[in-house]
């Protein structure tokens, strides 16, 4: 079983900064590990939808954001720590939410939705004062 969990969370001032990491461990029945899985972030503010936030394919070729946090925030991954990052900078109030890691189910492509992921972690909390 794969398993993920998320950490660095935290409360901030708008236009500071946070790295959130994901660790993950286990494996599926398939044997799938961490380096075989394509990552993404997601979160989900109170009484709003998950909402994608950014992704990572499973060698770093490849990353999609969110409009909302295009050139604010970078997804980035370490296979041999099986660990996924996400770097939070000149946060805004309106990215107050849970933020979770999720890990894909194979389809083949870098995808957005939440339906394409399979794991997910436990989430963790970040909350961005004005």
């Known amino acids: 079983q794969v398993q993920l969990v998320e950490s660095g969370g935290g409360l901030v001032q708008a236009g500071e900064s946070l790295r959130l990491s994901c660790a993950a461990s286990?494996?599926?029945?398939?044997?799938?590990?961490?380096?075989?899985?394509?990552m993404g972030w997601f979160r989900q503010a109170p009484g709003k939808e998950r909402e994608f936030v950014a992704a990572?394919?499973?060698?770093?070729?490849?990353?999609r954001y969110a409009d909302s946090v295009k050139g604010r925030f970078t997804i980035s991954r370490d296979n041999a720590k099986n660990t996924v990052y996400l770097q939070m900078n000149s946060l805004k109030p309106e990215d107050t939410a849970a933020y979770y890691c999720?890990?894909?189910?194979?389809?083949?492509?870098?995808?957005?939705?939440?339906?394409?992921?399979?794991?997910w972690g436990q989430g963790t909390q970040v909350t961005v004062s004005s």
């Open positions: 286990g494996r599926t029945s398939t044997g799938r590990t961490f380096s075989s899985f394509d």
């Open positions: 999720a890990a894909d189910r194979g389809t083949g492509t870098l995808d957005v939705t939440r339906g394409a992921y399979d794991y």
């Open positions: 990572i394919s499973r060698y770093s070729g490849s990353t």
